[in-house]
């Protein structure tokens, strides 16, 4: 199925940007959707710094910059998926955040690498995909640059628990399972006070804790075969932190996709605690939805 809505990717030359494109361009030809490539250049404060002439001399060399960055990134795209259509834009006098946020309004799914060329050896997480994936309108997948996301042939993973802001996460990530042809691994994770401090007590209560646990996974999942006939679904509830029985289970997947906000989150609250836990610590590429 042809998809009009572009998928957009950022890029700054960095290391974890290509692999970021890599991975949005294989996304985008296997749901026949065209890739528009962005960078941002911009030089902070030149602005009312210099003359007229300096920042038209400037502003010329940074689009030369910048369309020699986009320009690599459709390379790699065109190898990483040969046809596919590739669009590229150079925002001079942006920064990327605000870039990103632009042209979020027209993306049908926003793609950053987990960090770009600013950021220090110990962030896990760039400011610029930490911001995007906090505050983006659409869907946003956060590559991380360490690992090769396309060899991942595992399920797309998805968590569930009993507050309204987990369904939107399980019909995407249905829907990208179903596309992708992969099987959908949705994960519900408990865990109470009594269980954290004695793991290896089964009380009565915690027998109830599951089926119950059970009970909310398997009605939340049960909607979708009407959508999604072929797709298989595998259910999995854990006595474990939400976000680290997420982690473990990246290993291998092909995706995994989290709400932006959880059981315990405020509405001021963009991205919720597991969500950034998640997006720090996976081992493949991972699907902020917006709630």
């Known amino acids: 199925m042809v998809d009009r809505t572009p998928v957009v990717v950022g890029t700054d030359g960095s290391a974890h940007a290509a692999s970021a494109v890599e991975w949005a361009a294989g996304y985008a030809a296997r749901r026949g959707a065209e890739l528009l490539i962005v960078t941002a250049a911009a030089a ?6 210099v ?45 990327a955040t605000e870039m990103m946020m632009t042209v979020a309004k027209s993306a049908g799914v926003l793609v950053v690498g987990a960090r770009g060329r600013g950021a220090v050896a110990s962030a896990v997480l760039g400011s610029v995909s930490s911001q995007i994936a ?25 968590g569930v628990d009993d507050s ?18 992969a099987t959908l691994l949705a994960v519900h994770a408990w865990l109470d006070d009594a269980v954290a401090s004695y793991p290896v007590i089964n009380t009565s209560r915690d027998f109830k804790e599951k089926e119950v646990a059970a009970a909310v996974l398997g009605e939340h999942v049960a909607g979708l075969a009407t959508d999604y006939p072929d ?31 959880g059981r315990g989150g405020f509405a001021s609250l963009l991205l919720g605690s597991t969500s950034a836990k998640v997006l720090r610590h996976a081992h493949c590429p991972v699907m902020i939805v917006r709630s």
């Open 44 to 49: 902070p404060g030149l602005r009312g710094a």
């Open 231 to 261: 797709l298989v679904v595998e259910q999995r509830v854990v006595v474990d932190d939400s976000a680290q029985a997420l982690i473990k289970r990246s290993v291998g997947a092909q995706l995994v996709v989290v709400g932006s906000r």
């Open 164 to 181: 309204a802001n987990s369904v939107p996460a399980l019909k995407r990530a249905a829907a990208e399972a179903d596309a992708a042809g």
């Open 51 to 95: 003359g007229p002439s300096m920042q038209t001399a400037v502003t010329a060399e940074l689009n030369v910059q910048g369309e020699s960055v986009v320009a690599e990134a459709a390379a790699i795209a065109e190898k990483a998926a040969p046809g596919l259509k590739i669009r590229t834009e150079v925002h001079v006098g942006h920064s």
């Open 134 to 158: 906090s505050h983006a309108p659409c869907p946003v997948v956060v590559v991380p640059g360490d690992e090769d996301p396309r060899a991942a042939t595992g399920p797309v993973v998805v």
